[in-house]
């Protein structure tokens, strides 16, 4: 057989008993373990803390909340508006007040 013809035909027995395996054993990855930090910081005791915790920190740790840029009283009631406006967050309006209030008085500026 001619030298050519003999390398096709061998590549082409190779090809098709390793396709016939079927693919090779699968490599499970495990994956990373991540530390995450948990915020068990709490919103500082004032008037409206309370209702701070009660209605925020189902979506927002303390945290989060606490390290917002300061706002003036009327952008805070934006916010907290906005929180229930668009995202239903489900907060009376005599407790979107006290939020505000709080929220102006630790994360206030003038």
């Given at each position: 057989m001619n030298r050519p013809l003999?390398?096709?035909l061998a590549w082409t027995l190779f090809a098709s008993s390793s396709a016939a395996a079927g693919p090779g054993?699968?490599?499970?990855v495990s994956p990373?373990?991540?530390?995450?930090p948990?915020?068990?910081a709490d919103f500082p005791k004032g008037p409206g803390s309370q209702a701070i915790s009660?209605?925020?920190?189902?979506?927002?740790s303390a945290?989060?909340?606490?390290?917002?840029?300061?706002?003036?009283?009327e952008n805070w009631k934006e916010v907290v508006?906005?929180?229930?406006?668009?995202?239903?967050?489900?907060?009376?309006?005599?407790?979107?007040?006290?939020?505000v209030d709080y929220l102006a008085?630790?994360?206030?500026?003038e």
């Open positions: 003999f390398s096709l054993p699968e490599k499970l990373p373990e991540v530390d995450l948990f915020g068990d009660d209605n925020c920190v189902a979506c927002h945290d989060h909340v606490l390290n917002q840029p300061s706002l003036s009283k508006h906005k929180m229930v406006r668009s995202y239903k967050a489900p907060i009376s309006a005599e407790e979107q007040e006290k939020i008085s630790t994360k206030g500026r």
